[in-house]
Nanobody, 112 residues
């Protein structure tokens, strides 16, 4: 089970930090990441981090968002800075440990 936290309402230019923690035994994710989705559109990747620390970002996130992970705690974070109106979406974390696991989603709203 993945539990997300940290979403909310923020003004343009502001920051938010999302967290996603996994629970359960025998859980060793090799890849963790974040997707986001707006109503009526497909879910798109935002950022991923591999167990070796390799990160990848969508063009829209690069330079503003930072993904990090704590393998010992099975937790992944997404620091989002310089938020824009178009970053408004439901953000989902995921982890791959033999199969894909998804969080329940957390709403991020950027509005003035």
């Amino acid at each position: 089970q993945l539990v997300e936290s940290g979403g909310g309402l923020v003004q343009p230019g502001g920051s938010l930090r999302l967290s996603c923690a996994a629970s359960g035994n025998d859980f060793s994710p090799t890849i963790m990441g974040w997707f986001r989705q707006v109503p009526g559109k497909q879910r798109n990747v935002v950022a991923t981090i591999a167990i070796d620390g390799t990160t990848n970002y969508a063009d829209s996130a690069r330079g503003r968002f930072t993904i990090s992970g704590d393998n010992a705690k099975n937790t992944v974070y997404l620091q989002m800075n310089s938020l824009k109106l178009e970053d408004t979406a439901v953000y989902y974390c995921y982890m791959y440990s033999k199969v894909y696991y998804w969080g329940q989603g957390t709403q991020v709203t950027v509005s003035s």
